[in-house]
């Protein structure tokens, strides 16, 4: 079992910067895959970024190639989204998970944070 819980969200104007935080319990934690997602209002949620355990192999969506950094800490039991350059249509709750086979797709997830939300204004 995993828990997850974001923070570092908030309110931004455009061209500034955020860094997300997962804090995650759980035993197995460095053999996960863990993941940002991102649910813009009346939107599907979607793949944003995605680390891999102890290779710590990353995967970006085309949008935020460049702009964010997804990394994590095996020791501190941490994962983080360094997004920088932000745009408007960056505003959703930022979501992070956790699956054992994690890929692009929601499905998977197996473990998921309750979202933490950024607001970028023009």
């Known amino acids: 079992q995993v828990q997850l819980v974001e923070s570092g969200g908030g309110l931004v104007q455009a061209g500034g910067s955020l860094r997300l935080s997962c804090a995650a319990s759980g035993r197995t934690f460095s053999s996960y895959v863990m993941a940002w997602f991102r649910q813009a209002p009346g939107k599907e949620r979607e793949f944003v970024a995605r680390i891999t355990g102890r290779g710590g192999v990353t995967y970006y969506t085309d949008s935020v190639k460049g702009r964010f950094t997804i990394s994590r800490d095996i020791a501190k039991r941490t994962a983080a989204l360094q997004m920088n350059s932000l745009k408007p249509d960056d505003t959703a709750v930022y979501y992070c998970?956790?699956?054992?086979?994690?890929?692009?797709?929601?499905?998977?997830?197996?473990?998921w944070g309750q979202g933490t939300q950024v607001t970028v204004s023009s």
């Open positions: 998970a956790a699956g054992a086979s994690g890929g692009s797709s929601l499905n998977t997830y197996d473990y």
